[in-house]
């Protein structure tokens, strides 16, 4: 087959860099994984019993394409009582495969070609990809530890032109878990109004905050009319393989969206909807039950990292440390493949998600205490037993 065939849009993209470690972690035993973004608990089964009793009852054709009417109402309820912004089920929401076709429909909805994309990094590896699928062009603006890894209006001055269309952020953040304040939201408000710059605000882990209550942009006065909130239900309520997101947005972006959404997926599976529907009705109590023991185990893996030397700053939200390996001498990827190889405890290398990632690594602690404590003891093996090497191979010098 001719390379000339594909696209050369699609052949500009690598694939994602998260993959390759666990391509070969999978083909080791005894392996603790810290790389799976994915909650370790069961859907509840209360949501689980939803899903099939519909699909008992034969409720299995299409639905309206932005999804089950009631499933937008319930949306919108808990949209307004838990994050305190007013959406109309009817004209505002859209129900999607997961929130990763959320941020597809958001991109292709707003970005003609050439049009910039601010994406603060380290970012998740999908962002910058979709942009350019899209005919954008992301623009990737590095933060540090120093800053919790976050962005304001003094940085992004630094990548705006005449060609800027929108602002990306995640906060929660994955890798790093910062959560960004309504103060700072306020500032980066303003800019985005001072430019008129829209925000898409990509809000899966908004559920899992644990220091503070969380602020979406779209609250901040007068942001709701140029923001497009994208979320989902797979991290806060544990129902990643169910692959149900939803977009919320203005009229003429949601209509937009919506068009494509159309012609694209038709609408999401019926199934999946009458469980979401019946997890923000009656699941609220089980996401408190997750996001304590999530806190409980960051509490753990955090301090633990930062007593072995690996210096991590605290994260306030999400499951992720992102904790920094630069006093090894390693770069992220030798960490990340010397410590499978030599320990079998797979992380992912802080460089896939952005230059500002390297010299770091991300660690999921959405894995069970014992799995935690075991690794860090892996770890730390693995610590002194380069640290031996290094020494012997100094007194040889």
Known sequence: MKKSYLSETVQSIQPSGIRKFFDLAATMEGVISLGVGEPDFVTAWNVREASIMSLEQGLTSYTANAGLISLRKELSHYLYKRFHIDYSPEEELIITVGGSQALDLAFRAI???????????????????????????????????????????????????????????????????????????????????????????????????????????????????????????????????????????????????????????????????????EALKNGLEDVEKMKKSYRRRRNLFVGSLNELGLTCHQPNGAFYAFPSIKSTGMTSEQFAEELLLSEKVAVVPGNVFGPSGEGHIRCSYASSLDHLQESLSRIQRFLQARQVKEEASAILK
């Not at 800027?164 to 960004?180: D, E, F, M, R």
């Not at 919320?248 to 199934?271: E, F, G, N, T, W």
């Open 111 to 277: 970005l003609n070609s050439g049009d910039e994309v601010i994406i603060p990094e380290p970012c998740f590896v999908a962002y910058g990809a979709l942009t350019t699928l899209a005919g954008g062009v992301p623009v990737y603006l590095s933060t540090t530890a120093e800053k919790d890894f976050k962005a304001d209006s003094a940085d992004l001055r630094t990548k705006l032109t005449p060609k800027t269309k929108a602002i990306l952020l995640c906060s929660p953040s994955n890798p790093t878990g910062s959560v960004y304040s309504k103060e700072e939201f306020e500032d980066i408000a303003q800019f985005a109004k001072e430019h008129d710059l829209l925000i898409i605000t990509d809000e899966i882990y908004a559920e899992l905050t644990y220091d503070e209550a969380f602020t979406s942009v779209a609250a901040i006065q007068d942001m709701k009319e140029r923001t497009i909130l994208i979320s989902g239900f797979s991290k806060g309520f544990a129902m990643t393989g169910w692959r149900l997101g939803y977009v919320a947005a203005p009229p003429v972006l949601r209509d937009a969206m919506l068009k494509i959404h159309q012609y694209s997926m038709m609408c999401a599976p019926a199934m999946a909807q009458y469980a979401a529907e």
